[in-house]
């Protein structure tokens, strides 16, 4: 079973690429033009297991806040596509990672039903052009596209960068854990029969 898919979107503010391998080590290249960005998509392509190469072109002279959402869009749809009918998936995935003085959390259910809680307390600013708040916007878009039920946790930090550093990376080991196929499951891992709507 192949679950890859590859995502084209063009709009009047940005121009996304990106190919996904559920079955993977992290290979591939990052290229938004933002670098905090590349770098939180290569943490979650290492710690989700995951082949991902994305490339990116924005209008980054009105900020990243496009970038960073388009990007998480596109992602979004290509983990839906690769997922298919989620038949034979674990479903549910959970992890907590700290990152020096910061510690974050994450749960995510591939009910196919998009909600994001997101609770943090980040400081204002930006790092390397990725403005703070762009990390909930970020997640955001990536689960209302994949349609997963998210619940996504900063509990604690003072630093910036290894706060959402943290988030990435509890994000990424969760969902390595709900993509996961469970060698016992013989369906879809729902009594309604269906994950997909």
């Given amino acids: 079973m192949s679950r890859t898919a590859t995502i084209e979107r063009r709009t009047g503010e940005t121009d996304v690429r990106l190919t996904l391998g559920l079955e993977g080590s992290g290979a591939g290249t990052r290229e938004t033009g933002v670098g905090f960005l590349d770098h939180m998509l290569d943490l979650l392509a290492r710690h989700g297991r995951i082949d991902l190469d994305v490339n990116v072109s924005g209008d980054l002279q009105t900020g990243a806040h496009h970038t960073a959402e388009d990007t998480a869009i596109v992602l979004g749809q290509a983990l839906d596509r690769a997922l298919g009918e989620r038949a034979g998936i674990v479903r549910y995935g959970a992890a907590s990672v700290p990152m020096d003085e910061a510690r974050a959390s994450c749960e995510i ?11 943090a307390e980040l400081p204002a600013g930006a790092t390397g052009g ?15 596209s994949a349609k ?48 997909s709507a």
């Fill in 109 to 119: 259910d591939i009910s196919g039903r998009p909600f994001t809680l997101f609770e």
């Fill in 130 to 144: 990725f403005e703070h708040e762009l990390t909930e916007e970020f997640f955001r878009a990536l689960a209302n």
């Fill in 148 to 195: 997963l039920t998210l619940h996504l946790r900063i509990e604690t930090g003072s630093n910036a960068h290894h706060m959402i550093e943290a988030a990435f990376k509890a994000f990424a080991r969760a969902l390595r854990a709900a993509v996961a196929i469970d060698p016992t499951e013989t369906g879809v891992p729902s009594t309604k029969g269906t994950l």
